[in-house]
């Protein structure tokens, strides 16, 4: 399974690119980011993880685009394919993920996936 690739002459627009060029990751294999500040730390299905300078709304932007990744908090965007359930506890909301994470998810949030 590869992970990382170093960037070749020329940009493939389905990989996730950080590290200003000079990494990359294919979308499938992120499973969830959290905000870290101003920094974004990936969260890799081989349970790696990987940070990047760039905010969560720059990544928000790029991921949308790239389909099944899904803003679920303030400081959480989740690739859809790892959700397993969400799971409503009084107040809170969690999402279950496949790979066993479990993740917070907003009241408002929430309230769109129990509704679709």
Known sequence: MRKFFIKPSYCDPRMIWFDHGKTCVQPDEVVYLSSLENYTEFHLKCGKKVVSSRTLGVHEKQLVEKGHFAR?????MLNLQYLKRIESIGEEHIAHLTTGDKIVVSRRKARTFFHQ
């Open 72 to 76: 679920i908090h303030r400081k959480f």
